[in-house]
């Protein structure tokens, strides 16, 4: 699992890939939040574009950014979903703490 951080000005990005499971959600957690403390943005997004797997540690990813995020008056948006990742995230509750986006269809 790799999760790659970029910020701009109040935005910070980070762009998860890979499997999001209880070993490699620690790595991820630490690697956003050190991001959250040292850039203090107002908006943060988790893009999950690249993620192959997911289990409930990816809900809890998202549930202790929010936590973070709010300590600072910031938002949230979760995107680049799967349909099914969405439905899960929206059945957790994630849908009232941030908003989530699916993957858009690239086809014309």
Do not use: W
């Amino acid at each position: 699992m790799n999760a790659e951080i970029q910020s701009c000005g109040e935005l910070v990005i980070a762009y998860l890939s890979g499997e999001i499971d209880h070993h490699s959600a620690k790595e991820i957690r630490d690697k956003i939040d050190n991001a959250i403390s040292v850039k203090k943005p107002r908006h943060l997004i988790l893009d999950y574009k690249n993620v192959s797997f997911m289990d409930s540690s990816g809900i809890g990813l998202v549930m202790g950014r929010y936590r973070i995020m709010s300590s600072y008056k910031g938002t949230m948006e979760v995107r680049n979903v799967s349909p099914h990742t969405k439905k899960l995230f929206e059945l957790a509750g994630i849908g009232s703490i941030a908003i989530i986006k699916e993957v858009k269809n690239e086809h014309n």
